[in-house]
């Protein structure tokens, strides 16, 4: 995935969950859109650079989007969704192992209770589910955690892959993609979010798989590079 070209900036603060201000180098200050519904720990503090890509909508109250932040630790992708495109680059590139007789992908399908989704993989050997999330949270050095904050919509996501598995007969897939620089490892936030640790654990139980991949992240664009290694609990 690639970039057009950034703009870079000074991060003033970020609010309203989905809103920061930026400074921008000749001094302007501007409210970008902010593409991250979670706690951002480590990468949202006041005065780390930052950049932001712009939209050439005219409809847009605000035209910048903030991709990418300098955690001090490493360059980090902030814009979560873009995780499930670089995933699914990845997958139609053939760069995933194990996947090459599901050769056709698909993208936001309806399936369980009301869901989407994120990646659908089909061959004449069945479907697999996949769903994507996207790490930014290092919580010490090299140690990647996910959620950043307590996920009920994360816990659904694992029920239906379960259910998938154990009742489609079809393949599932949590995939966790590393959009910061600075993870070499990644473990479920136990600390964070206790029940979603316990059902990623039954999930595997019920059959469904857990891949973790580190992203290069760089300001020109985005891409899996190779796969990194997942505990339950963080390594001691």
């Given at each position: 995935m690639?970039?057009d070209?950034?703009?870079?900036?000074?991060?003033?603060?970020?609010?309203?969950?989905?809103?920061?201000?930026?400074?921008l180098?000749?001094?302007?200050?501007i409210t970008?859109h902010?593409?991250n519904?979670g706690?951002?720990?480590?990468?949202?503090?006041?005065?780390?650079?930052?950049?932001?890509?712009?939209?050439?909508?005219?409809?847009?109250?605000?035209?910048h989007t903030?991709?990418?932040?300098?955690?001090?630790?490493?360059?980090?992708?902030?814009?979560?969704?873009?995780?499930?495109a670089?995933?699914?680059?990845?997958f139609?590139?053939?760069?995933?192992?194990?996947?090459?007789?599901y050769?056709?992908?698909?993208?936001?399908?309806?399936?369980?209770?009301?869901?989407?989704?994120d990646?659908?993989l089909?061959?004449?050997?069945?479907?697999?589910?996949?769903e994507?999330?996207?790490?930014?949270?290092l919580?010490?050095?090299?140690?990647?955690?996910?959620?950043?904050?307590?996920?009920?919509?994360?816990?659904?996501?694992?029920r239906?892959?379960?259910?998938?598995?154990?009742v489609?007969?079809?393949r599932?897939?949590v995939f966790?993609?590393?959009?910061?620089?600075g993870?070499?490892?990644?473990?479920?936030?136990?600390?964070?979010?206790p029940?979603?640790?316990t059902?990623?654990?039954?999930?595997?139980?019920?059959?469904?798989?857990?891949?973790?991949?580190?992203?290069?992240?760089?300001?020109?664009?985005?891409?899996?590079?190779?796969?990194?290694?997942f505990?339950?609990d963080?390594?001691?």
């Amino acid at each position: 995935m690639r970039f057009d070209s950034l703009q870079e900036g000074t991060l003033l603060r970020r609010y309203k969950r989905f809103l920061a201000d930026v400074q921008l180098p000749g001094g302007e200050i501007i409210t970008a859109h902010c593409p991250n519904t979670g706690a951002m720990t480590g990468c949202a503090e006041p005065g780390s650079r930052v950049w932001l890509s712009r939209s050439a909508s005219k409809t847009r109250k605000y035209p910048h989007t903030w991709e990418l932040v300098d955690t001090g630790a490493g360059l980090a992708c902030v814009h979560s969704a873009k995780a499930n495109a670089v995933v699914r680059e990845a997958f139609e590139a053939g760069l995933i192992p194990g996947f090459k007789d599901y050769p056709e992908l698909r993208s936001e399908v309806k399936y369980g209770a009301g869901s989407r989704i994120d990646l659908l993989l089909t061959g004449a050997t069945g479907t697999v589910y996949v769903e994507v999330k996207s790490v930014t949270l290092l919580c010490r050095e090299g140690l990647g955690v996910f959620p950043d904050a307590v996920s009920e919509r994360g816990r659904k996501h694992l029920r239906e892959l379960a259910c998938m598995v154990q009742v489609a007969a079809a393949r599932a897939v949590v995939f966790f993609c590393v959009f910061h620089s600075g993870i070499d490892h990644v473990s479920a936030a136990g600390n964070i979010d206790p029940t979603y640790r316990t059902a990623l654990i039954d999930a595997q139980a019920a059959g469904v798989e857990v891949l973790a991949w580190r992203a290069k992240v760089e300001t020109t664009g985005i891409e899996l590079v190779s796969p990194l290694p997942f505990s339950i609990d963080p390594p001691a």
